[in-house]
């Protein structure tokens, strides 16, 4: 609100249909962490939660009362550091768990995280939109799991060619790094807005992510692949599984 006036819907806010699947997506994680106890399935569930929240209402800060925007920019970046940590947590878990190395660099990163937001808190950097680019560091998680999926999908093809793996294991793999590889994309796309407002008289801030037309157009198409991943990674149809493991077999028919 602003001045005590609701917020008004924009027809970008179209958009928020998205942020609301995907937290919906998160639910169905949970239910399936509490049903078979498993750990990965919190821990990206968590993410799909808060991240899209996150990213939702920090281009928004501007359309909310001034006076409460300290407060909203502090809430939006601890949302990115609980849900950065909890990708860096799932890709240890899933692809590293029984690397030593993997599990300090995690939940290193978890603490680093959790120093950005107290400082940032402390010096009271929440007051202005400006100051930011250390938080950029809570994209990082996204890459790490990019080239983990990309790199276990090479390794699966290889033993599906040998009959040692699935085909819509190995696929999943390859929707990891389909999604994941467009969010860095978009936040580099995003970097380059705020740095493009910067070089106009402009300031570094989150306001000025996708302020672009022309990077907020690019963001909206890489936007298409990323969401029909996420859904294909955690609810292909039956159809689409049959279709994996009929080219597989005729690939390995051929």
Known sequence: MENGTPVQLQPNDLGLLITLAIVGLSVRLFRTAWRMGSLP?????????????????????????????????????ACFAVASGSLLLFGWCVFRRGVRVAKAGAWGGVLLFAWIWASDFATGAYATSSGFGLRTLMFSPYLWVFAESLHYHRIMRRRMRLGL??????????????????????????????????????????????????????????????????????????????????????????
């Open 41 to 77: 399935e919190l821990l990206v569930g968590l993410h799909f939660l808060l991240a899209p929240i996150a990213i939702s209402l920090s281009i928004r800060v501007a359309r909310f009362d001034p006076a409460h925007a300290e407060a909203l920019r502090a809430t939006i970046s």
């Open 165 to 254: 793996a699935d085909a819509v294991t190995t696929n999943r793999f390859l929707l990891f790094a389909i999604w994941t590889g467009g969010v860095v994309a978009i936040a580099i796309l995003g970097l380059l807005g705020a740095t493009l407002a910067q070089l106009g008289g402009g300031e570094f801030n989150e306001q000025e992510l996708f302020s672009n037309t022309a990077i907020l157009t690019l963001t909206r198409i890489l936007s298409l692949p990323v969401g029909i991943s996420i859904w294909l990674t955690f609810f292909a149809p039956a159809r689409y599984r049959r279709w994996l493991e009929q080219r597989a077999l005729a690939l390995a028919s051929g």
